[in-house]
Nanobody, 125 residues
Framework: QEQLVESGGGLVQPGGSLRLSCSTSGFTRSGYTIGWFRQAPGKAREGVSCISSKDGATYYGDSVKGRFTISRDNANNTVYLQMNNLKPEDTGVYYC??????????????????WGEGTQVTVSS
């Protein structure tokens, strides 16, 4: 059974850092791309960053480029999102998700087959 479990959210001041973790199970390694999506209050869910299970290729949304880094630990079936220089507009619920590796375009909610339950990230002074 496919499962995604997020951890690592919390409250942080602007300019601070957080690392989110997504523990995955039940997925064929090369069959699915794993990514992070977020939803701010009153806004649509958006793709933040995704990483290919085939070759490690990555995608970043324009608003997080240069601040966020996605990585994976294949031995432990875990995907991480390191978030630096956080801004108040980064506030939202962050979801780990999986979509078929053949799906295009990359890192869009419409392609997702499996969602985690989400973890809250709040950036505020």
């Amino acid at each position: 059974q496919e499962q995604l479990v997020e951890s690592g959210g919390g409250l942080v001041q602007p300019g601070g850092s957080l690392r989110l973790s997504c523990s995955t199970s039940g997925f064929t390694r090369s069959g699915y791309t794993i990514g992070w999506f977020r939803q701010a209050p009153g806004k649509a869910r958006e793709g933040v960053s995704c990483i290919s299970s085939k070759d490690g290729a990555t995608y970043y949304g324009d608003s997080v480029k240069g601040r966020f880094t996605i990585s994976r630990d294949n031995a432990n079936n875990t995907v991480y999102l390191q978030m630096n220089n956080l801004k108040p507009e980064d506030t939202g619920v962050y979801y780990c998700a999986a979509y078929p590796s053949y799906f295009e375009p990359w890192c869009v909610p419409q392609g997702v087959d499996y969602w985690g339950e989400g973890t809250q990230v709040t950036v505020s002074s």
